[in-house]
């Protein structure tokens, strides 16, 4: 069965850190493009963060530059996303989703291009 779980969305505290984990099953993630969406309730989805299949190429939001880190491990199959000095505003449901490499230059496509979803993890930060 082809998916992607995340793992890793708690309740922190403004300034504390989570590690967010983006695990593919079912297909291996070398040839993909990963990219972090985040989804806050009454607003629209947006790219956080991606990272290439190969070179590594990576790309962060503004929002979020400095302060959140991409990477990936292909021999366990896995991204993840390294997330510190969280703020309140940054409370969402994580999503990541994985778009083949064939089909994109850099990491970033359009959400209607990505071939695999995951389910989503929530994130909340609050004192």
């Known amino acids: 069965q082809v998916q992607l779980v995340e793992s890793g969305g708690a309740l922190v505290q403004p300034g504390g850190s989570l590690r967010l984990s983006c695990a593919a099953s079912g297909f291996t993630l070398d040839y993909y493009a990963i990219t972090w969406f985040r989804q806050a309730p009454g607003k629209e989805r947006e790219g956080v963060s991606c990272i290439s299949s190969s070179v590594g190429t990576t790309y962060y939001a503004d929002s979020v530059k400095g302060r959140f880190t991409i990477s990936r491990d292909n021999a366990k199959n896995t991204v993840y996303l390294q997330m510190n000095s969280l703020k309140p505003e940054d409370t969402a449901v994580y999503y990541c989703?994985?778009?083949?490499?064939?089909?994109?230059?850099?990491?970033?496509?359009?959400?209607?291009?990505?071939?695999?979803w995951g389910q989503g993890t929530q994130v909340t930060v609050s004192s």
């Open positions: 989703a994985a778009l083949n490499s064939r089909r994109v230059v850099g990491c970033y496509g359009l959400p209607y291009e990505y071939d695999y």
